[in-house]
């Protein structure tokens, strides 16, 4: 990381005296007030911490200064030309980002927040440039974990104004849901607030409200037609290529292992033949039979899918798993997020 100096404020207690943004502290309890403290001071102060939310954890660093927004895509190994979504406390941290703050956000805010919905708005001047990769728009959310809450509310005391923050993963790599999870990606170094397993487990819904017409870019666990119903009118896809958002780049979400999406028959023809001691195969599937050695049970509820989908991704990467057969979900609304995630770990 790149050596970094505070010639103009001494460092508070809890900050980086490392010069490179982390703190030399590993996983401490979320729920702590004084985990909470120790966080928020360290934000303030310019250095990185891991944050549970309800979707995934995130690598958050102060978004109203750019060093420290910079050190995040150092440290993901992210170019620095996409965009970070900006974490707020509530709507009116959301406001002075926003120029203008849309109808459609306020729908989505009012009816969403806090929420695993991200609202894309016209950036105000001058704010969070380097966390919207200097495009003239800003991605926000305010995120419904207690930890988070507590977090955004402390640093918000403390002049933040909002904590920007990517999935806590390296570039390209599969979302971290658990504490443990970041600490794979980015050692024990980092601080991470510990809030226990992540709710939904898959990052939130984008939606563009920047524009004439909402666009969908990147689905979550709320399914289209209730963002729909809020809105009052359809969600365009995200379609033409021309938005920069890497949740959207093909090969995103990608575990180690090669994953292959079948179908239900397929996938009940292969294992027929797949020797039950075959080396670095897993299955992962609604239907199959459910005593196969290989075959880990997918869940009926999409829900409970979406919640241990990234989870279950590392653990076949940590049994040395080569390849992956995913079941492929139903194609229906409420599976949309879990069949965005599974085509793009899928495509690589
Ligand atoms: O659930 C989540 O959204 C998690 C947690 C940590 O809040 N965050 C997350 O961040 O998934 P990240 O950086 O992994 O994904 C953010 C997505 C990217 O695809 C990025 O390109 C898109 O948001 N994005 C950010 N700002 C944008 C903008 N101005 N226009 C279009 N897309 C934007
Ligand atoms: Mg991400």
Partial sequence: MRPTRWPDRPPPRWASRRGDGLTGVAIVTGSDPSAIERAAQALAAGDLVGVPTETVYGLAARADDDRAVARIFEAKGRPSDHPLIVHVANRDQALPLSAPWSEGADRLAAAFWPGPVTVIVRRAEGRAATAAAGLPTLALRCPAHPVAQALLARCAELGVAGLAAPSANRFGRVSPTTAAHVRDEFGDDL????????????ESAIVDVSGAAPVLLRPGVLARDELERVLGQPLRDADDGSVRAPGT???HYAPR?????????????????LPANVKGVAVYSRTAPRRHPLVRVMPDDPRAVAQELFAVLREFDDRGVKLVWVEQPPDTAPWEGVNDRLSRAASR
């Fill in 249 to 251: 780049l093909e090969s």
């Fill in 191 to 202: 601080l991470v607030l510990d809030g226990g397993a992540c709710r939904l487990g898959i």
């Fill in 257 to 273: 292992a090669t994953l292959r999406l079948m179908s239900s028959e397929d996938l009940r023809s292969a294992l027929g033949v």
